[in-house]
């Protein structure tokens, strides 16, 4: 009887335990990307960012603006901004955040007016 008592209440709390676990969430984080690095290079600082679903991006207007941020590849692509849209003060920033169902990959982005000069970056998904 006190056998079965204990069984039963062990497979209670190993269920509310379970289901703490699945309910707690990541805390999602919130990463910056420089726009036009301090050194007033066109460039993405840092240009590699590794980000979870949930996470937030943003890309803030830093030096050397007009900037903007274009994906080639959703689900990003629909979050970026238009080709002709740009960042025009310093103060400006974009913010995107990363979907639930991301899938895990790395995704590149550019800035439109200043892809030629090599500012690119990469997005990783893990
Ligand atoms: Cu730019």
């Known amino acids: 009887m006190f056998k079965k008592l204990g069984l039963i209440l062990s497979t209670v709390l190993f ?18 990307v ?4 301090d050194t007033y ?4 600082d840092p240009s590699e960012v590794t980000v979870s679903p949930g ?16 994906f080639d590849q959703e ?3 629909s979050l970026a901004m ?3 849209k740009m960042l025009l003060t310093p103060s400006d920033s974009y913010t995107i955040t ?3 169902d991301a899938a895990a990959g790395t995704y590149t982005f ?15 998904v893990q």
């Open 15 to 32: 269920a509310i335990a379970a289901f703490a676990f699945v309910a707690s969430p990541a805390v999602a984080a919130s990463k910056t």
């Open 110 to 124: 550019f800035c439109a007016p200043h892809k030629g000069a090599g500012m690119t970056g990469k997005l990783i």
């Open 34 to 37: 420089k726009m036009g690095t």
């Open 55 to 70: 996470d937030t991006i943003k890309f803030q207007n830093n030096n050397l603006p007009p900037h903007n941020i274009i």
């Open 41 to 44: 290079q066109l460039k993405f």
């Open 82 to 84: 238009e080709p002709t």
């Open 98 to 100: 990363v979907p639930d």
């Open 75 to 77: 689900p990003f692509k």
